[in-house]
Each structure stands twice: as structure tokens, then as C-alpha cells.
């Protein structure tokens, strides 16, 4: 939040933090990677200009965070499972509104393959937010 703006001066070193921490689970309470969600939204807030460039790395990222929460059979409780999912979601309402519904037309062609309810029930909501 301090940051602002100026965090675009970071956005490729920042890039690379968010995208190891969103790979790895940090155990039970999953404090690491809610906190990176935290950050990521932060981030698209305000460096929202810089974002459609960064859109494919992301929007990979959060799909395969969102597949690794729904299919952990780990120690994690539910209820952080569905933080985490909710983190993610918002993150990419985020980021398809600064990249123009870009987010929404590359999500229509997973939806409509995917098998999954939870992955169906994230995708269903960033493509039902106007």
C-alpha cells in the first residue's frame, strides 16, 4: 500500500516472488500464499496499467493455484481452502477489469471444458462479475 504507483518500478522482481509463492504450499494455515494473494491484489490495484502485459503469467498461476487448493488432500481445513479460493477469484476480477475483459474471453474456452465444480464455480464467478 505504501508503495502505490511506484510499485510498477518492481513489477518484474514482484512478478517472480508472486509466482513462487502461489506454486508452493505453505502447510496448514496457508499464511504465505493468502498473504501473496494480498499482495498481488494490491499490486494489480495499483499498477493496473502494467497488468495486461503480465495477464498470461498470472492467469496461469491462479488456474493452477485454484486446481492445486481444490485437489490438496492435505492438512489444510476448508474453511482456508475457501479464503484461498476467494483470494484468487478476486484476483482475477482484478485483473480482467484492467485488461479489458481479457480475462473473461480466455476463461469461456476452460469453463466449458472443465469437469471440476470448484474450478467451474471460480471461473463462473469472474466471468458473471460486470
Excluded at 498470461?56 to 487448493?69: G, Q, R, S
Excluded at 476463461?107 to 471444458?113: A, H, I
Aim: hydrophobic share 40%; with cysteine.
Amino acid at each position: 500500500h505504501r508503495l502505490g504507483i511506484q510499485i510498477a518500478r518492481h513489477l518484474k522482481r514482484l512478478e517472480r516472488v508472486i509466482l513462487g509463492y502461489l506454486e508452493i504450499s505453505d502447510g496448514p494455515e496457508e499464511e504465505a500464499r493468502l498473504g501473496i494473494l494480498e499482495t498481488l491484489q494490491c499490486t494489480i490495484e495499483h499498477a493496473w496499467p502494467r497488468m495486461p502485459c503480465r495477464l498470461p503469467v498470472l492467469l496461469k498461476a491462479l488456474l493452477k493455484m485454484i486446481w492445486d487448493v481444490h485437489t490438496d488432500q492435505g492438512p489444510t481445513p476448508e474453511p482456508v481452502k475457501a479464503v484461498l479460493l476467494q483470494g484468487a477469484t478476486e484476483c482475477l476480477i482484478l485483473l480482467d477489469r484492467c485488461s479489458e475483459g481479457q480475462v473473461k474471453v480466455l476463461l469461456q474456452g476452460v469453463s466449458s471444458s472443465c469437469e471440476e465444480n470448484c474450478m467451474r464455480g471460480c471461473i463462473r464467478k469472474v466471468l458473471e462479475n460486470t
